[in-house]
């Protein structure tokens, strides 16, 4: 599925904190978001999530504008935060539950559990433990996989590698490059890890006050050392 | 998924830190929530027959049938206070393919199940037992018009509480007709008794425009909070993303800061319950709250007749540090690391807090005592004794019972008053002072001196003031001792 934002903007009183003339995400492109504390990342993820309201303009999600109707959010997983975790469920009863809305019988949820064995570890699954007793890093492991595991043909992620060991990091990272390919899902990842979206995405933009200053491909120009001189120079600055 | 939703209704109810406790502190809580409905049901039964006697002219009846606007602007004013609408426990399902007209509907279902909207019924059905004839009349049909008339209430509070200037702009204006109803009833009692003891009649004898008219505003109000709910659920998210302006230090802080010794921790604690949705709704509203107590109770009630609501005076009276001394060292737990690592004299930490919560209450209990001076000295003797027990041996049980605490609580939740946070241990002890008054009480009423009970439990309270610099440094010294087990405990968590 392809996305497109066309003349979008979002303000809090008064003040612009997003504003993306038009950009166009193609079917199966793994759009990677950076930018500083700030630069709007958020803020665009939850405008294409329709969780906010823009001021103007819109994003469509395969030619459907979100904020006009529901349909496109049964292709649509998303993990922004632990808002979007149901604390009082164990993380079982949540990824079925998170099946249910997408059509899935709990065997397809559990078969789909499989790919995320080693992502999720033993701390998590068959602890009988309510996510809001988990751990931050395995609160956000429950997100993301509540979001993977539904195949979806979006994909939207909010700094999926914080709170993450290395090791998980790793594996999510590879999942995320694997579902990518084989599945061709779109996915929009926002991260401060540079390195990780270097290795794969396909495509990533930098966001600076809410205005893409940077529409980078990796894949063309090797690496992403546009965007960490541009973290450089801010650094220095 | 309107059914999976009820069960995750359910599921919340269940697993919520209330169910966590041990099987005692649920007993108790338990017998606590069952000694109150008693009460409404005591009253109720009770009241034709106290009624009779001081007012032998009048038919019981026709008082508290009578009075149902006066009732209803009571429970709509409790309401304002008690009355949360779950409109956040449908965020995690916003991101989902989950319609947000079901989303609306199960907020709508939600909010009917609160406790505030059946405790009259506790009241009213003896009270109906007692006064309609059922050879005539239908009692059960009057409860069911109680309800819709609660229901009413429960409809406006929705209508203001759901996000959209147009649904709260139409709930206030409910509330003025409301408040109109009351003020009329003192302007012209005789007719707004007998409209209102007609609404009543119109339940009892089965007509269906009594019970129309009140369901069709009840449907009518509860779709506009479906529509309002389901347009407006960008402002959930929206709330957070807001920039709050930052605060900078005006004359109060200025004027806390400046206080020697204690003016930093002073300073940290107002800034704590100023920034935070949960803190900051209880300073704002309890002081307001029991001033309007205080007029209520001076200008209705004798010392006597209001010594059984001692344990709701605990409450009122000290009232902001009852609120907020329930979370003593667990919401300042979010940087106890910080505190517990730093050269900071937990003696004098713990001296500051009671402190200040004892000038809050010593403010409210100035302003309490000036109201009550002119309307109730009587009154005012009770609200004083309990004031100072409030902040003597019940700040006391509250700050040491909160030794204990490691859990911590999220203060950006907007309930004022809840469990969450709040340890078993501590909630046993925090009930202590509502039980140790009781025998203080009756023990007062007792002694041969006038206002017994009001320098009784003035005078316990007093005890606890005098040698407040002993116990805050044992306290202090238990604080710095436990702080080892609070912390490992809160990270077994």
Redo the contacts between chains.
């Keep these: 599925m392809n996305i497109q934002i066309q003349q979008l903007q979002k303000q809090?009183?008064g003040?612009t904190v997003l504003d993306i003339p038009e950009l166009d995400i193609a079917r199966g492109e793994l759009l990677g978001i950076v930018g500083n504390n700030g630069a709007g990342k958020t803020?665009m993820l939850?405008l294409a999530?329709d969780?906010?309201?823009a001021n103007e303009g819109h994003i469509s999600i395969d030619g459907e504008k979100v904020n006009e109707s529901?349909h496109w959010?049964?292709h649509t997983g998303?993990f922004?935060d632990e808002?979007?975790?149901?604390g009082?469920?164990t993380p079982e009863?949540y990824f079925h539950?998170?099946g249910?809305?997408?059509g899935m019988s709990p065997a397809q949820v559990d078969e789909g559990l499989e790919l995320y064995k080693r992502f999720l570890g033993d701390e998590i699954v068959g602890t009988d433990k309510?996510i809001r007793?988990l751990s931050t890093g395995n609160k956000q492991k429950v997100g993301i996989v509540a979001a993977m595991v539904v195949n979806p043909s979006v994909l939207m992620l909010d700094e999926p590698f914080n709170f993450l060991d290395p090791s998980s990091q790793l594996i999510i990272r590879n999942i995320l490059r694997e579902v990518n390919q084989s599945r061709g899902t779109t996915m929009l990842i926002s991260s401060h890890n540079i390195n990780h979206l270097a290795d794969i995405c396909s495509r990533v933009i930098l966001l600076e006050k809410g205005l893409i200053i940077k529409d980078i491909r990796p894949e063309v120009n090797g690496r992403l050392d546009e965007v960490e001189r541009y973290f450089a120079s801010q650094a220095e600055e | 998924?309107f059914k999976?939703l009820i069960s995750?209704s359910w599921?919340?109810m269940r697993?919520?830190a209330f169910f966590e406790k041990s099987m005692f502190a649920k007993g108790l809580i338990a017998f606590v929530i069952f000694f109150m409905v008693m009460n409404l049901y005591a009253l109720g039964r009770s009241l034709p027959v106290l009624l009779q006697e001081q007012f032998p002219d009048f038919a019981p009846a026709e008082w508290v049938y009578g009075a149902l606007p006066l009732i209803l602007l009571g429970d709509l004013f409790m309401r304002f206070f008690i009355q949360k609408v779950p409109a956040s426990h449908v965020?995690?399902y916003?991101?989902?393919?989950?319609?947000?007209s079901t989303l609306s509907v199960y907020r709508i279902f939600r909010s009917w199940l609160h406790p505030i909207n059946f405790y009259l019924l506790f009241f009213f059905y003896p009270f109906i037992k007692m006064t309609i004839n059922p050879a005539t009349s239908s009692q059960e049909l009057g409860l069911l018009g109680i309800f819709l008339l609660v229901g009413i209430n429960h409809s406006i509070l929705m209508l203001i509480r759901t996000p959209g200037k147009e649904s709260k702009w139409l709930g206030y204006l409910l509330v003025i007709l409301l408040l109109s109803a009351g003020v009329a009833y003192y302007m012209i009692p005789e007719k707004i008794m007998q409209e209102s003891l007609n609404v009543f009649l119109a339940f009892v004898y089965a007509r269906p425009a009594g019970f129309l008219v009140p369901l069709s505003m009840i449907v009518l109000l509860q779709f506009i909070v479906y529509r309002q709910t389901i347009k407006n659920f960008?402002q959930l998210?929206?709330s957070?993303?807001?920039?709050e302006k930052s605060a900078g230090q005006n004359i109060i802080e200025n004027l806390l800061a400046s206080v020697p010794v204690y003016g930093s921790y002073w300073l940290l604690e107002w800034r704590l319950l100023l920034r935070n949705r949960r803190t900051k709704s209880g300073l704002y509203t309890f002081l307001p709250m029991a001033i309007a107590f205080a007029v209520y109770a001076g200008l209705w009630f004798t010392e006597q007749e209001q010594s059984g609501m001692a344990i709701v005076y605990i409450l009122i009276a000290g009232g902001i540090g009852s609120m907020h001394l329930q979370h003593a060292f667990s919401w300042e737990s979010h940087f106890f690391d910080y505190i517990a690592s730093r050269d900071l004299p937990m003696e004098v930490f713990v001296r500051a807090k009671y402190y200040f919560y004892l000038l809050i209450g010593g403010i409210q209990l100035l302003l309490i005592s000036l109201v009550l001076a002119f309307l109730n000295i009587d009154m005012m003797l009770l609200f004083a004794g309990i004031s100072l027990y409030s902040m003597g041996l019940g700040f006391y049980i509250y700050l040491r019972a909160g030794i204990r605490h490691s859990s911590r609580m999220d203060l950006q939740g907007k309930a004022s008053f809840n469990m969450e946070g709040v340890s078993g241990m501590k909630m046993l002890l925090g009930l202590l002072q509502f039980l140790i008054i009781l025998p203080l009480n009756i023990i007062g009423f007792l002694l041969p001196v006038p206002h017994g009970a009001a320098l009784l439990v003035g005078i316990t309270g007093m005890i606890f003031l005098v040698n407040h610099r002993r116990w805050t440094r044992k306290l202090g010294q238990r604080l710095e001792a436990r702080k080892y087990i609070n912390l490992a405990l809160y990270r077994e968590?």
Aim: charged share 25%; net charge neutral.
């Design positions: 809090y009183s003040q803020t939850r999530l969780l906010i309201e529901t959010k049964r998303s922004l808002g979007f975790l149901i009082f469920l009863e539950f998170n249910e809305v997408y309510y007793q | 998924m999976t995750h599921q919340m697993r919520s965020i995690p916003l991101h989902l393919p989950v319609p947000t960008y998210y929206e957070e993303e807001k920039v968590k």
